[in-house]
């Protein structure tokens, strides 16, 4: 016999559970195997030990008062299994009512907007999502004071040019006579420079143009 196999069955050896043929094949080889052989003397001494061991006798009623610990554990267990079960139960519920509510409130809104549709004899199409306008995204460019005043200048500083603030891109800062304003591009900006106090007296009259009364 393989010593991988009478290892796997030295077990039972020991416990006297092998048939009579296969308990022969074991002791065959223990006899020519020193590590099996070590293995059953090893269990032959555990259970040499174990049977000198003695149970210690246990107190008097200890049994009784661990019956009614494990009772008291055992109701404060099931009350508080109720109580957490009886949470769960009502935060589901509510959520629930919740969703049941929300989908009413869209399934009536949607049917009433698609009834008011087919009654205009008009099919209902989905929204589209609109561009961004290029030039709130120039002017989100700026810090929040200078987009303040660009959207208060409106447009460009330059005499010679009326393009509204943002709308070719960004809009450039420029500091004449001490005030800030603002030009649509490069050479706006060379024509305020040569021009300040145009460039700043235009800049004045736009910011003050609806303060002046309507005469229509």
């Known amino acids: 016999m393989q ?12 416990d006297g559970e092998l048939d009579a043929t296969t308990r022969a094949l074991v002791a065959e080889h ?29 107190e008097t009623g200890l049994w009784d008062r661990i019956a009614t610990r494990l009772t008291e554990q055992g109701a404060k267990s099931a009350a508080t299994g109720k109580a957490v079960g009886r949470r769960r139960f009502l935060v ?4 629930l009512a919740a ?3 929300v989908g009413l409130l869209a399934y009536r809104t949607i049917g009433r907007r698609d009834s008011d549709t087919a009654k205009r004899g008009v099919s209902p199409t989905p929204k589209e999502a609109s561009p961004p306008d290029p030039i709130m995204v120039n002017l989100a460019s700026l810090g929040p004071e ?16 009326d393009a509204r603030l943002g709308a070719g891109g960004p809009p ?45």
């Open 3 to 14: 010593c991988d196999k009478a290892k796997s069955l030295l077990g039972w050896f020991f």
């Open 30 to 58: 223990i006899e020519q195997c020193r590590d099996c052989a070590r293995e059953i003397n090893a269990m032959h001494e555990l259970d040499r030990i174990s049977r000198q061991l003695v149970a210690p006798e246990p």
């Open 92 to 95: 589901a519920a509510t959520a």
């Open 99 to 101: 969703s049941v509510a």
């Open 146 to 161: 200078d987009r303040r005043l660009a959207e208060s200048q409106v447009t460009c500083a330059s005499a010679e040019c």
């Open 172 to 216: 450039i800062k420029i500091v004449l006579q001490k005030e800030p304003v603002f030009v649509c591009c490069k050479q706006c900006e060379q024509w305020a420079r040569a021009h300040p106090a145009q460039a700043v007296a235009k800049v004045h009259t736009l910011e003050h143009r609806d303060d002046e009364p309507d005469d229509r």
